[in-house]
T-cell receptor
């Protein structure tokens, strides 16, 4: 176990709805990043948070947003859900500065299905 | 052209075989490289970092070729437990952190 926990593990939502996914980072890790992994694809970087601010963002529209809290836990919010948003959402935490190449530890993910 | 490309496979090999995967990247400014392993329906886990001089960890050897912009992973004496998807990850340097994953290469080791 990595110490990174995500909730919920599975979720079914209807197109147009909003969803919030949660991530609790490993103890001592101040940086959290979020990924979307579609079936048969590699994880796609959504964004990273360091000390409660977004630091680095992938090619995702603004309806994907996030938060990081003082205890370094994080949320991913997705508005106006689309069918293509169905995927495994992974959270990863790591220590150090944003530019450091420290190892990222992944949670087990939230599997989101949009119908 | 995708930023990071991998042959999805599957690579189907017998136990004891040696197998190699390549991963090509398009951004010459890329500075850091990693191999992750992902088991079916599980999260990715770091297998090894890839250093300029190449590095080895037991049966696993990683190489970087900057001139041709690819990294490789060699697995010797394959075990059944090596069956998984192997993801390469490329990272640009600087204050911003944007890792790019390949789609992964599937390895199946059979008896």
């Amino acid at each position: 176990e990595t110490g990174v926990t995500q909730s919920p593990t599975h979720l079914i939502k209807t197109r147009g709805q909003q969803v919030t996914l949660r991530c609790s980072s490993q103890s001592g890790h101040n940086t959290v990043s979020w990924y979307q992994q579609a079936l048969g694809q590699g994880p796609q970087f959504i964004f990273q948070y360091y000390r409660e601010e977004e630091n680095g963002r992938g090619n995702f529209p603004p309806r994907f947003s996030g938060l990081q809290f003082p205890n370094y836990s994080s949320e991913l919010n997705v508005n106006a859900l689309e069918l293509d948003d169905s995927a495994l959402y992974l959270c990863a935490s790591r220590s150090g500065q944003p530019g450091d190449n420290t190892e990222a530890f992944f949670g087990q993910g939230t599997r989101l299905t949009v119908v | 052209r995708k930023e990071v490309e991998q042959d999805p496979g599957p690579f189907n090999v017998p136990e004891g075989a040696t197998v190699a995967f390549n991963c090509t990247y398009s951004n010459s400014a890329s500075q850091s490289f990693f191999w992750y392993r992902q088991d079916c329906r599980k999260e990715p886990k770091l297998l090894m970092s890839v250093y300029s001089s190449g590095n080895e960890d037991g049966r696993f050897t990683a190489q970087l070729n900057r001139a041709s912009q690819y990294i490789s992973l060699l697995i010797r004496d394959s075990k059944l437990s090596d069956s998984a998807t192997y993801l390469c990850v490329v990272l640009q340097s600087g204050g911003s952190y944007i890792p790019t994953f390949g789609r992964g290469t599937s390895l199946i080791v059979h008896p």
